[in-house]
T-cell receptor, first 114, second 114 residues
Framework: NAGVTQTPKFQVLKTGQSMTLQCAQD?????MSWYRQDPGMGLRLIHY???????DQGEVPNGYNVSRSTTEDFPLRLLSAAPSQTSVYFC?????????????FGEGSRLTVL | AQTVTQSQPEMSVQEAETVTLSCTYD???????LFWYKQPPSRQMILVIR??????QNATENRFSVNFQKAAKSFSLKISDSQLGDAAMYFC???????????FGSGTKLNVKP
């Protein structure tokens, strides 16, 4: 059972570079989301999607883009990386958040922007 | 936006003892869900327990129980008979009534002493 798979697990970027964090789930979950985790701040929602073709902003969307062309994939794009985007990023999905609320998380991706 | 506050950055408990982690939240919604998630050093987020706001009865999962005070907007987690494997970061989380946005607290690091 793969669950939620994030790649890459580690990445170092230079300021201004762009990159995409990949997220895939094989549980047929309609809901997918991206969070960033910073020390002392917990997890903050970047973007989320309630189904293919539907995305919306979370708390901290600036500097990030997402798309949801399939149920399985929800990539997060950094358009022009900045040192403030140094963080650990988590992708999470949910089958029926209204009933259980349970989020299934990936293992996280540590991004460093120099 | 809803806010979730965990005022205890770090706590320690002796093995086999009981510990309570605090969480308060701010919302104007009447229907919502509350959760406690555990993040061990492996970084994998794990759901510990959930509580529906419309239920007065406090949720219980084995050694984990909550004290949900809706009027006070308080949601504490009690861990009984603490075990070494309970050592982790614990995050309190709020799921908004439309079931689309999760809000996390800043976390409490729990140390368990043998």
């Amino acid at each position: 059972n793969a669950g939620v798979t994030q790649t890459p697990k580690f990445q170092v970027l230079k300021t201004g570079q762009s990159m995409t964090l990949q997220c895939a789930q094989d549980m047929n979950h309609e809901y997918m989301s991206w969070y960033r985790q910073d020390p002392g701040m917990g997890l903050r929602l970047i973007h989320y999607s309630v189904g293919a073709g539907i995305t919306d902003q979370g708390e901290v969307p600036n500097g990030y883009n997402v798309s949801r062309s399939t149920t399985e994939d929800f990539p997060l794009r950094l358009l022009s990386a900045a040192p403030s985007q140094t963080s650990v990023y988590f992708c999470a999905s949910s089958l029926d958040r209204a009933r259980t609320g349970e989020l299934f998380f990936g293992e996280g991706s540590r991004l460093t922007v120099l | 936006a809803q806010t979730v506050t965990q005022s205890q950055p770090e706590m320690s408990v002796q093995e086999a003892e009981t510990v309570t982690l605090s969480c308060t939240y701010d919302t104007s919604e009447s229907d919502y869900y509350l959760f406690w998630y555990k993040q061990p050093p492996s970084r994998q987020m794990i759901l510990v327990i959930r509580q529906e706001a419309y239920k007065q009865q406090n949720a219980t999962e084995n050694r984990f129980s909550v004290n949900f005070q809706k009027a006070a907007k308080s949601f504490s987690l009690k861990i009984s008979d603490s075990q070494l494997g309970d050592a982790a970061m614990y995050f309190c989380a709020y799921l908004s009534y439309n079931f689309n946005k999760f809000y996390f607290g800043s976390g409490t690091k729990l140390n368990v002493k043998p």
